[in-house]
Structures are given as structure tokens and as C-alpha cells.
């Protein structure tokens, strides 16, 4: 039985969701589950599928990515999923597919997803350095605050006598933030 795992980040992404739907359903899946959630969150449909594979069975997902957080989540999977005796089956890798069925399919996998790692780990190395190298250029200044920046509206709409809650709909900001903004001293 192909059974389908399917996963986007947030529900901004339903277009790549409804597309690997599609792909599972015409390699034949029979079974999909699926989610919208970040990698790094709980991921209870998968935890479901993983319990639902049987002896024989395929778990099929369209991407790598879609599936594990790292190198060592990855292999984590695929070692509950050899305990059953069930295959790793990943449609897009890199334009071929691949199947942890045979034993190069495994190395393959395992291959490229410590790639993948690295190319992570290199990535956000070089962004540190970039930034260490701003900020001493004087030209960084990080994410600008979003809340703070409408501080002079919230006092405003407080002089008014508007409650937080009523300040904070108004702005499309939260309560808490309204109530961080009124409780630091004001600026001169």
C-alpha cells in the first residue's frame, strides 16, 4: 500500500499543499495524511502516518523537505520506518526519484540529506559573518520593531481615553504589546 505524507509550512502555502496532493494521489497513494505546520513544530499527522504503515507498505512524500528537519531527524524516520519494514519513497530528489528500498536508494538518501546540512549550516554561517561585518560597518540595525514604531499612535489614542484592548484593534497590534508601549517611560 502507498500510503502519502504531505506538509506545508503555513496556510499561505496551500497552492504547494493541494500540488503535493495531487502528486501523491497520481502515484497511486490510497492513504494521505498532512498538515500545515513549520518542521520544527509538533508534527502529529506524521506521527500518525508512521504509526499507520504496515509490513510491505510505502510511505511516499514529494520532497525531502516536506518530510524531516535535519540529517538525524531524517534517518531517525527512516529507521522506525525500516523497523516495520516499510520503504521511504521520495518523488522529487533532485529531479529523479528515490526509493530506500534497495540499498544504493538508502545511501543516496543519506548522501544527500547530509548535503543538505551542510549547505544549511554553510548558508547561515556566511549570513553571521555578513551581519557581524554590518553591524560594524554601522549598517545594520536588525528587523525594525513593528509594535514600537506606532508607540506616538498608541499615546495618542490613549490620551483620547481609549482602552488597550480598543487601541490594539485599532492598530492590528496585540494587547500585550499596547500595554509594553504605555508601561516604558516616554521619550523627551
Do not use: H, N
Not at 497552492?15 to 494521505?32: P, W
Not at 525531502?64 to 531517525?76: E, Q, V
Not at 496585540?174 to 500595554?179: K, L
Request: charged share 25%.
Amino acid at each position: 500500500m502507498l500510503i502519502g505524507y504531505r506538509r506545508s509550512s503555513t496556510s499561505e502555502q496551500v497552492a504547494g499543499y493541494e500540488a503535493q496532493e495531487a502528486m501523491l494521489l497520481a502515484t497511486g497513494c490510497t492513504r494521505l495524511f498532512g498538515e500545515m505546520t513549520s518542521s520544527v513544530a509538533q508534527r502529529d499527522q506524521l506521527e500518525a502516518a508512521l504509526q499507520f504503515v504496515r509490513e510491505g507498505d510505502t510511505l511516499v512524500v514529494c520532497k525531502i523537505d516536506r518530510l524531516a528537519r535535519s540529517t538525524t531527524d531524517l534517518l531517525g524516520i527512516v529507521a522506525k520506518l525500516e523497523a516495520k519494514s516499510v520503504a521511504l519513497r521520495i518523488l522529487d530528489f533532485g529531479g529523479s526519484e528515490v526509493d530506500t528500498k534497495s540499498p544504493t536508494g538508502r545511501m543516496l538518501l543519506t548522501m544527500f540529506a547530509a548535503v543538505a546540512e551542510w549547505e544549511l549550516a554553510t548558508m547561515r554561517s556566511r549570513q553571521k559573518i555578513g551581519i557581524a561585518k554590518a553591524k560594524a560597518d554601522g549598517r545594520y540595525r536588525g528587523r525594525a520593531p513593528t509594535a514600537r514604531r506606532l508607540a506616538p499612535q498608541v499615546y495618542e489614542l490613549r490620551s483620547t481615553g481609549l482602552q488597550a484592548g480598543d487601541i490594539a484593534a485599532k492598530l492590528g497590534m496585540s494587547r500585550s504589546s499596547v500595554y509594553r508601549i504605555l508601561s516604558e517611560p516616554v521619550a523627551a
